[in-house]
């Protein structure tokens, strides 16, 4: 990830439009700091901004709309040259969006989507929660490929976007490999001590020998469960295979360590693909797709997950 | 409390408890089976005492703070105070001991807290310990900076995850701070002292109680025990979770002492029907976790079961078991025992 940033970011430099995104000046309204992730990618968008040379003023909504939108009508009094915004909520964006066509700035929506008609803002950059769920479905179904595999699987907040989509999507990867099977399904709140609760009835009602994989809607429930399946007495990574989203530093020591197999990044670099998409936006009036959706790149014990570690530490999460 | 009058007060939560345990039995024919597994006690029924240790430790305090007409709801919110403190103070390298030590001292602040918003501010309970409830949980986050504080302490993490003899800790520490309240509440005149102000405080202070230190000493035993509870958590997932560490127990811990067939009106209680009631709480998780249900149906069931056991506590129902018990045969009918004063 650091190498892609690195070349982007030097292949901006040494382009025309490096003159052009010099001296932008843009606004970035933040949810708020509610999850690590969050955090972290303030700090990113934060590091993109730096390196382009772009001057980026942040202002934090604390969960609250109302505050989005006053930060929103202050950056176009302003003139700001353009707006990222992570939306807290879809809708009632509207009129604020009206008025920063009206002043000719556009808007780019990170992480979350509004329900407002397209040619309000320039593009979202979003992941994709089905395709996150089915890069780890698939990456079960290679890995278990022509053997058995009955699957437990630790479900996000029931009813969250997050926990209905990773299913479905996973679900989609497996529909059709008769080997693979999900035999126990139940919430673990997306939180360690769930995750570890849950896994640990689990383990007693089908047996720890029974299992043969984990799939976790998030990468805190999945550290969760390895503490639970070592207390039964199982080597986690090797008895049971675990897969989970997200690519939280925690997740890639527990890859480092062995005990976990695989994770799905939730990238928090959601500002570099937007602020390439202004850049050749401003310079030559290239129109971004509507939806640029980021990469949900899978990590495996194959890749350094030591050094992503030790990168990802720093950023907050 | 003598023994036969113990049995008969906490009689409904045994036959509840036997109920729920039975249920479980029969969604999960192996639930009673406990083996001893790489020097660890392993089975349902370890866990249902495990689980419900968080629970069980803030009833302890929860019960007595109900009995002087009170209630605290910042519990929760201690526990991810006290769980955020042991952990940042492993983490920048102190003894284990100390940051036990630092956590429960944390737990008596907020008790003393409280304990003067209610005794010396007179503000109502529910009004005081909110406060503490939604701003503790901020507090939380400034101590862990925002992120899951991870730690690798061997000695915090055995008070969570470890055993002792092959029983995991927390089972002992609950069993043995609750055997010590239950009996040290009896044994002495506290017990009655704070059912005194929880039934009367103005006439109980012009009997010569101190209803203020009294009362301030029940929410710090309060803070305390939610201050272990969240030691305990923390070491459990060997971190602090600021964000999610005993959220919504607080609910649990009332449900628990409301089952415990304590009034929250205050005055008469019973620790072992409020411990019972924690275990029952916990038994319908695991009844729910081992049935395999989508987990769509987690909450429903849950109230429902509730419901059940607070239909078959109320006043009405009990009354018609009673007049049914009191129109059998002859032959079938014990003598009733005389009505003691102040029982219910």
Known sequence: M????????????????????????????????????????????????????????????????????????????????????????????????????????????LDRTVDAPEDLYLTAVTSDLVHEGEVAGQWLVDEEAGNDCRIVELQGTTGSSPAIDRKKGFENAIAGHDNLEIVRSQTGDFTRSQGKVVMESFLKAEGGENICALYAHNDDMAVGAIQAIKEAGLKPGEDIKIVAIDGVPDAHLAIANGEMNATIELTPDMAGPALDALAAYKADGTMPPKWIQTESRLYTAADDNQAVYETKKGLGY | MMGRALLRRIAPQLVILAIVLALNLMVFPDFLKVELQHGRLFGNLIDVLNRGAPTALLCLGMTLVIATRGIDLSVGAVMAIAGATAASLVVDGHHFLTAVAGALAVGAICGIWNGILVAVLRIQPIVATLVLMVAGRGIAQLITGGTILTFLDPGLIHLGAGTIFGVPTPIVIWLALGTFVAIFVRRTALGMLIEAIGINEASSRLAGINSKVLLVCVYIVSGLGAAIAGIIVAADIQGADANNAGLWLELDAILAVVIGGNSLLGGRFSIVASLLGAMIIQSVN???????????????????????????????????????RASAPQSARKPLPPLKEGQR
């Open chain 1, 2 to 109: 650091s190498i892609r940033s690195a070349l982007l970011a030097s292949a901006v430099a040494l382009s025309p439009l490096a003159a052009a995104a010099q001296d932008m000046t843009i606004g970035f309204s933040q949810i708020g700091s509610e999850s690590g992730w969050r955090a972290a990618e303030t700090t990113v968008t934060k590091q993109e901004a730096e390196k382009r040379g772009i001057d980026l003023k942040f202002a934090d909504a604390q969960q609250k709309q109302e505050n989005q939108i006053s930060a929103l009508r202050s950056f176009i009094a302003q003139g700001v040259d353009a707006i990222l915004l992570a939306p807290v909520v879809a809708t009632g964006w509207d009129g604020v969006l009206e008025e920063a066509k009206d002043a000719d700035i556009p808007v780019i929506l």
């Open chain 2, 286 to 324: 695991s009844l729910i976790l081992l049935s395999g249900l989508p987990p769509e149906f987690n909450l429903i069931i849950k109230a429902l079961l509730i419901l059940a056991i607070l239909v078959i506590q109320s006043p009405k129902v009990s009354h018609l078991l009673y007049i049914l």
